[in-house]
């Protein structure tokens, strides 16, 4: 949660330094998120110019459907809304 409380900052600071495309790593670079954790990164991160999930090699798999098909479904919603 750290991590994502502190990416709209980040991103904010970058675009006022003329750097526009830019995006946090979705889920997070390090750790593993939950399922709830998860959900909010893909959510955040479907309005930021950027979006992509990136970790770091040491972390779990972080497809939307190994969080079963609940949270599959509101990472989906996200998604789609993005390129709706």
């Known amino acids: 949660w750290p991590h994502l409380k502190v990416a709209a900052p980040m991103l904010l600071s ?3 330094a ?3 495309f830019v995006g946090a790593d979705v889920g997070g670079f390090f750790g593993n998120p939950d399922a709830e954790l998860m959900t909010r990164w893909m959510q ?3 309005y930021q110019p950027f979006f992509r999930g990136h970790a ?3 972390s779990k798999r972080r497809e ?3 969080f079963g098909e ?3 479904s509101r990472m989906r919603h996200a998604a789609m809304a993005r390129y709706a």
Do not use: F, K, Q, R
Request: charged share 5%; net charge negative.
């Open 14 to 16: 970058l675009n006022t």
């Open 56 to 58: 770091h090699h040491d």
């Open 70 to 72: 609940v949270w599959m």
């Open 44 to 46: 955040a991160g479907a």
């Open 18 to 20: 003329a750097l526009s």
């Open 64 to 66: 939307p459907w190994i």
